[in-house]
């Protein structure tokens, strides 16, 4: 159910009139995410089926409709979704086969079309989960890997080179990430936003532990 401010359509009735009450919009739903910032205002749904829905502003193609324009209803953009990630002017999702996927702007830095254009996009292979930190998505894989697949609304393409083995956790802000590994290792790495021509991390460093 949804109500409120609908200028974009984010509410997913039909309509961009604000609501004041409530109304039903999908049924069977899991869980939702909203992207609202300065570029979108988009809503998300997963189904308990898996499959994963959207709807609202769509400028930069992240609801994978072939064209830019408003959804005002829900439409679906994928099944067999266990993980998604609406991030600036992009989405990025996990399948149950552990592929990772995306569309939107950034999504143009991996294909030819432009982003309004783009059906989802396969990012990666055998990854486990996602997570954002600040302005960067990261990709653990399921061999414990750990890499960048997202950083912010940049243009510039993602170095998308494994950064770590066997990672455990991963925290930090403002770009400067600490990572411990299974094995308990402490390590420390920077985003740097953009490094010949990429957006790309620091080596990692190890932090001797105990701190003292």
């Not at 039909?14 to 300065?38: C, F, H, R, W, Y």
């Not at 067999?80 to 939107?104: H, M, R």
């Amino acid at each position: 159910w949804a109500w409120g401010y609908n200028s974009e359509g984010n509410l997913g009735n039909g309509t961009t009139e604000s609501v004041l009450s409530p109304v039903k919009i999908l049924d069977d739903v899991a869980e939702i995410q909203t992207d609202v910032n300065m570029y979108t205002n988009l809503s998300f749904a997963i189904k308990k089926d898996g499959s994963l829905w959207g709807w609202g502003y769509n400028r930069f193609g992240q609801l994978c409709t072939g064209n830019s324009e408003p959804v005002l209803f829900p439409v679906k953009i994928a099944d067999d979704v266990k993980e998604y990630c609406p991030f600036y002017a992009t989405l990025y999702f996990v399948k149950q086969d552990n592929t990772l996927w995306g569309s939107g702007f950034n999504i143009s830095s991996f294909s030819n079309d432009q982003p309004e254009l783009t059906s989802p996009v396969l990012l990666q292979e055998n990854v486990d989960h996602i997570q954002t930190i600040d302005d960067t998505v990261f990709s653990f894989g399921t061999n414990g890997s750990l890499s960048i697949c997202g950083y912010n609304d940049s243009p510039y393409e993602i170095d998308r080179r494994k950064i770590l083995d066997n990672v455990a956790w991963i925290d930090g802000v403002c770009g400067d990430i600490f990572a411990m590994t299974n094995d308990g290792k402490l390590m420390n790495f920077s985003v740097v936003t953009v490094y010949d021509g990429k957006v790309q991390p620091t080596e990692p460093v190890e932090i001797p532990l105990p701190l003292t």
